[in-house]
């Protein structure tokens, strides 16, 4: 698979909710450093709903997800297009290829989330299932610069094929 996110060095990030009874809101913030700092913001809410005297609980949410991007410039630039890849040969003559992704360093929505954690605990083990479908948002346009050793440069662009997604995490903790 490929890791859009290789390019971040470290990150920091925090999350907070508020159980309003009813309904829990919940933010959550995140710094990430690599090539340029990149800042994220999720924000959401959720419920939960208990039965079998509290061992299980079904806790459905919504939340909607937004970053700069400049973690997927430098995949394209770094990465997909490094050293080892950018000059090309054919023949006599190479070429160099970078990449930009318009508006990376502005803050976008990424996605809408939709997710229904449920856990089940027996004795001191619990039990997670948590199916997860991302609606993505915005696709980001790719603009390719390909300079030939010989003759002008030229561009060509695209936009990313995004389509929603649907996945699931599964686990299994005991309680010492």
Do not use: C, W
Not at 41 to 51: C, K, R
Not at 104 to 120: C, G, H, M, R, T
């Amino acid at each position: 698979s490929t890791n859009v996110r290789s390019e971040i060095k470290a990150s920091v990030g925090a999350d907070a909710a508020y159980d309003l009874g009813i309904i829990k809101p919940t933010i959550q913030a995140m710094l990430s450093f690599g090539v340029a700092t990149d800042f994220a913001l999720g924000l959401g809410f959720e419920h939960s709903f208990y039965a079998f005297a509290d061992d299980l609980d079904i806790t459905p949410g919504f939340s909607v997800n937004g970053s700069t991007q400049n973690y997927y410039e430098a995949y394209y630039n770094l990465r997909r297009y490094n050293g080892k890849r950018k000059r090309k040969t054919t023949g006599i003559s190479y070429y160099d290829i970078s990449a930009d992704v318009s508006r990376a360093s502005k803050f976008q929505l990424l996605d809408y989330e939709l997710s229904v954690p449920i856990n089940y605990t027996i004795h001191k083990f619990t039990l997670n299932f948590s199916p997860t479908l991302t609606i993505p948002l915005d696709p980001a346009h790719i603009i390719y610069t390909i300079t030939p050793s010989t003759g002008s440069a030229y561009k060509r662009k695209f936009n990313e094929k995004l389509s929603d997604d649907f996945f699931f995490q599964t686990g299994i903790s005991f309680l010492f």
